[in-house]
């Protein structure tokens, strides 16, 4: 799936993010005020699956972030400003990320680097 975010410079924006199968998410770009509780647990359950999925995949390609990358003001590798819903989703997609890199370390891929017909 490919993934395109916008960050915003306001942290109580969420960033917008589309895909190439599904669109666009249709909490991305709004006001944390206009969030229904559904679209939380949406957030949450958005950033369990991409968080684990792109951990996954940058140890199969060998291009991990740090965990000062993930967590904090400075976070590039993280897609949700620490402040949004009270860090919430921020610190959910850095533990899911970080599952993610875990589980492909301990799945057998790493020794080979390949897995699902992927090569380094």
């Known amino acids: 799936m490919g993934l395109l975010v916008r960050q915003h410079r306001d942290p109580d924006v969420t960033p917008e993010i589309s895909t190439n199968a599904g669109g666009r998410f249709h ?57 949004l819903l009270g860090g919430y989703p921020h610190e959910e997609f850095a533990r899911s990320y970080e599952r993610g890199v875990q589980q492909f370390r301990e799945s057998g891929c790493a020794a080979k680097r390949t897995c699902d017909g992927a090569k380094k």
């Open 27 to 83: 909490w991305s770009g709004l006001h944390e005020s206009v969030l229904a509780a559904c679209d939380v647990v949406l957030i949450l359950d958005f950033c369990r699956s991409e968080g684990r999925n792109m951990g996954w995949n940058d140890a199969l390609y060998d291009r991990v972030f740090r965990t000062e990358e993930l967590r904090g003001p400075g976070a590039s590798g993280n897609l949700f400003h620490p402040e």
